[in-house]
Structure formats: structure tokens, C-alpha cells
């Protein structure tokens, strides 16, 4: 297993999306003590709906919420109201319940579904503004990962992986037949944490090489060059 992941395995889904909800508010709040504001980049798709929810019900009152800003590693090309929109789901799971105001949010997508590479070019624009042009630090990066290896929107064998100037790109994946707007690796590899949230069996082949130490998939590749934390259910563990 590599030195720099680590692992902590719940015996079912709601387990596991407890422990990351209370890790994550512990985090946030170090990060909102140490320096007056936290950011987070959310994962999206269906995964962290429960944890988002989680969080707006049994943490509401643990943490300093107006203080934390909210991003996206990756995002679907779609307008912000579409069923497929991370930033929808997100903002009926997590946002509207804790009643998080607008200017605390950032959408990868802009309200008018612009051409996707001046989306891209927008939000790292919006990046480096508070970095003073510098890779930004995310306090916590959360991320999921596919079954094929890939977290955010990075994707095996696909463009993005070689970008190491760009802190966000539009990203052709021919396997979906489409592109999506993600955060690029140096934004990952400078966070101060990154955060797997993984569920189900057939997630359990990808984790067995992340423990393997495997270095040829974007999840391994990360998990190789910086710290990673694995929240897991049991299914996707597995028992080797």
C-alpha cells in the first residue's frame, strides 16, 4: 500500500459517509480557525449526495458555514438547472438547506452555458484571484473515484492528464462520447488535503491497486505523488 494513502473502511454506505461528513467539518473548522475561511472543491455526480446531505442535517450547527467557499473539481457540460449538474445537486443537498449565500458558492458552468472553454478560462480566472496568481490550496479537495481509475473529470488516456500549466481545462472523454469541465492535476497535487470517497463492490478492483501501489491510473498516479485519504465502505475495501 502506498505510504501516502490512507484508509478508513466503514461496514456499510451510511458509516462510511458519516465519517467523512465528521473528518471534513474538522478540517473545515482548522482550516476556518487558522486562516479565516475555508474552500472546498466537491465532488459531484451521485455518490456524495447522501454525505451533502448529512452535512446539512447533523452538522449544521458545528461548523462556521458562511465562512467556507465552495468549488468544483470537475463539472458537466450542462446548464446549472439540468439533472446532470453537479452544481445542482449540490445546491439541493448541501446549499439551500444550510442556507449558503449565493457569493459563497462557484459554479464551473456560467448561468448562460457559455462556450465550455471560456468556462474554463473563467473559472481560473476566478482560481487565481485569490492566489495572486499562484496554484490555488484547497483546503479540502473531495473526490470520488470510477471504476476505471479516474477522479474529478480525469479520465485515463485522456488530454488533460498532460496539462501541467492550466488550472482548468474542457477535457474530451471519448468514452462518454462528450467533455467535461475538471480541475487539472497540480490544483490536486498543492490541496492540503484530498479526500476519496468510495462506495460499492465494483470499485473494489480500483482500490486493490491503489493499495497495490499501482502508478498507471490518475487515481494511483495521485496517490503516488502526494498524501490521500480513502473514505471506503467494506463492499469496495474488499478484504485482501
Known amino acids: 500500500m502506498p505510504a501516502n494513502a490512507e484508509f478508513n473502511a466503514s461496514a456499510t454506505p451510511e458509516a462510511t459517509f458519516v465519517a467523512c ?8 473548522a482548522e482550516a476556518i480557525r487558522d486562516r479565516g475561511v475555508a474552500r472546498i472543491a466537491l465532488a459531484g455526480g451521485s455518490t456524495p449526495r447522501r454525505l451533502y446531505q448529512i452535512l446539512a442535517d447533523r452538522y449544521r450547527d458545528a461548523l462556521e458555514w458562511p465562512r467556507v467557499e465552495f468549488y468544483f473539481g470537475d463539472e458537466r457540460n ?23 449565500q449565493p457569493h459563497r458558492t462557484f459554479p464551473m458552468v456560467s448561468d448562460q452555458q457559455r462556450d465550455p472553454e471560456r468556462d474554463a478560462q473563467s473559472y481560473e480566472e476566478t482560481l487565481r484571484r485569490w492566489t495572486a496568481g ?22 485515463p488516456d485522456t488530454e488533460a492528464l498532460s496539462e501541467h500549466h492550466r488550472l482548468v481545462v474542457v477535457n474530451p472523454v471519448p468514452k462518454l462520447h462528450g467533455h467535461r469541465l475538471t480541475l487539472t492535476f497540480p ?26 501501489g499501482g502508478d ?8 503516488r505523488r502526494r498524501p490521500t485519504r480513502w473514505f471506503v465502505d467494506q463492499a469496495a475495501y474488499g478484504t485482501a
Open 216 to 223: 498507471e491510473l490518475p487515481a494511483e498516479d495521485l496517490a
Open 78 to 100: 450542462v446548464p446549472l438547472d439540468h439533472p446532470d449538474s453537479n452544481f445542482r445537486m449540490a445546491r439541493q443537498a448541501l446549499f439551500e438547506p444550510l442556507g449558503i
Open 21 to 28: 461528513a465528521d473528518w471534513l467539518v474538522g478540517r473545515l
Open 134 to 155: 499562484e496554484v490555488p490550496r484547497f483546503d479540502v479537495a473531495l473526490v470520488g473515484l470510477g471504476s476505471d481509475g479516474h477522479f474529478a473529470s480525469l479520465f
Open 187 to 212: 490544483v490536486f497535487e498543492s490541496a492540503r488535503d484530498v479526500v476519496f470517497l468510495v462506495l460499492g463492490a465494483d470499485k473494489a478492483p480500483a482500490i486493490q491497486r491503489i493499495r497495490d
